[in-house]
């Protein structure tokens, strides 16, 4: 295959790029580190920062609902993109916290919200939030993730894995086994493997209620994880 390049010399923003995600209509959408969000469709670019209503040009994450929503996880709150207006909730709106590191669409089409002050889920206009208060090892959640049973999976910076089940978390740390206890990303498998991304200690797989970890020293390229997608052959 060949590889294409998009830069700010094709119409980025930014080159320095955090998030990436794909919407329904094959747009890709990319956020980045003080410069807004870009939406890629067709090699045209489209860019929205804060001179258009965004909160914050530093960008997290980004999902989108059923509705065609974007919602937008900034460094000041979390933002929803429909029909070109942006719409801003922060603490003043139910929010633990203003800063937004994931933003995550369940199965059920709820929006869960990871930030600086715990876990949310956004329903009918409300926030509901889980903080250590309600078994949350850490308040300072990065990576949210459904496996095929319907549990959450929320990586902590700091707290290690949580899994949340009928409304109780169980937590996963370096104790149990876990090479790291700053998790970036989360991948759920078909088959309920799931894998995890650190900021530090590699790769790990949970399978069966073990850990096993894949560092540099197996191989892998670097032991900081930011992503983890599937191929087309799973």
């Known amino acids: 295959g060949v590889l294409t390049a998009y830069t700010s010399r094709q119409g980025l923003s930014s080159d320095v790029v955090l998030p990436v995600y794909e919407t329904h209509d094959g747009a890709l959408w990319i956020g980045t580190d003080g410069a807004g969000v870009n939406r890629l ?24 609902d059923a509705g065609d929503s974007v919602w937008i996880g900034t460094r000041h709150g979390l933002d929803r993109l429909k029909d070109g207006r942006f719409t801003v909730y922060t603490k003043r709106n139910g929010l633990p916290a203003d800063i937004v590191f994931s933003t995550f669409l369940d199965r059920d089409g709820e929006l869960w919200i ?57 937590v996963y740390t370096t104790r149990d086994g876990l090479s790291n206890n700053f998790i970036m990303c989360i991948h759920a498998d078909a088959d309920g493997t799931i894998w995890l991304g650190t900021n530090g200690g590699g790769l790990n797989r949970l399978r069966n209620g073990k850990f096993t970890s894949y560092t540099t020293r197996d191989g892998l390229f670097d032991d900081a994880v930011f992503e983890i997608l599937d191929d087309d052959r799973g």
């Open 41 to 64: 469709k067709d090699g045209q670019v489209t860019s929205w920062s804060t001179a258009n209503g965004l909160s914050d040009n530093v960008v997290f994450s980004i999902a989108e």
């Open 114 to 170: 990871g930030t600086r002050g715990g876990l949310s889920r956004f329903r009918d206009g409300r926030f509901t939030t889980y903080t250590t208060h309600d078994g949350l090892l850490n308040e300072y959640v990065i990576a949210i993730q459904q496996d095929a049973s319907g549990a959450l999976w929320v990586g902590t910076g700091g707290g290690g894995l949580n899994e949340f089940r009928d409304g109780k978390f169980r």
